[in-house]
């Protein structure tokens, strides 16, 4: 079974430069997010999705957009790329119509903003 | 700040020693998740406890809950150097989204 997977694990922007992020699972879960984590500050929330068509922001949303045009799919899309936003980005799912039990984790994607 | 905070930051012992974690927080919750991370990996579920447990237990882990004091710990019994890694809180406070802990970073010396 893959799980949730991300795609790519590695990536360096530019200053200003744009890019997507992607995740996907295959295990039919209607709840999914974006995390960032950054040394000593633990996991923030960047977005969530509590199903195909509905988003919302968390914590520390600004600078990033998401859709969820399908249940599998939950692509992160960095505007205008900044040094701030040099992370660790974790995608994330769960089977619960209760949304906070059990996440699933993707392995990460390792972003550089020079 | 974080509605989890976990105690110590660090943590260094022996094989076979147990380990004993803690995880504070500010706000009343439904549930109290532990996640473990490997070293350039992803978050792994654990164990849950919901907010009318005190106690539950998983192979070597068991998981304590006190709403009063508003606190969890999780101890691991005879930890092996596979068990390196570093463990993370995250409470359900009814937001659409866990809130984490920034995390214990465990070392276990063969």
């Known amino acids: 079974n893959a799980g949730v997977t991300q795609t790519p694990k590695f990536q360096v922007l530019k200053t200003g430069q744009s890019m997507t992020l992607q995740c996907a699972q295959d295990m039919n879960h209607e709840y999914m997010s974006w995390y960032r984590q950054d040394p000593g500050m633990g996991l923030r929330l960047i977005h969530y999705s509590v199903g195909a068509g509905i988003t919302d922001q968390g914590e520390v949303p600004n600078g990033y957009n998401v859709s969820r045009s399908t249940t599998e799919d939950f692509p992160l899309r960095l505007l205008s790329a900044a040094p701030s936003q040099t992370s660790v980005y974790f995608c994330?799912?769960?089977?619960?119509?209760?949304?906070?039990?059990?996440?699933?984790f993707g392995s990460g994607t390792q972003l550089s903003v020079l | 700040s974080q509605q989890g905070e976990e105690d110590p930051q660090a943590l260094s012992i022996q094989e076979g020693e147990n380990a004993t974690m803690n995880c504070s927080y500010k706000t009343s919750i439904n549930n109290l998740q532990w996640y473990r991370q490997n070293s350039g990996r992803g978050l792994v579920h654990l164990i849950l406890?919901?907010?009318?447990?005190r106690e539950k237990h998983s192979g070597r882990l068991r998981v304590t809950l006190d709403t009063s004091k508003k606190s969890s710990s999780l101890l691991i019994t005879a930890s092996r150097a596979a068990d390196t890694a570093s463990y993370f809180c995250?409470?359900?406070?009814?937001?659409?989204?866990?809130?984490f802990g920034s995390g214990t970073r465990l070392q276990v010396q063969p």
């Open positions: 994330a799912s769960s089977y619960s119509t209760g949304y906070n039990e059990k996440l699933f």
């Open positions: 995250a409470t359900d406070t009814g937001r659409r989204a866990l809130t």
């Open positions: 406890i919901r907010s009318n447990e």
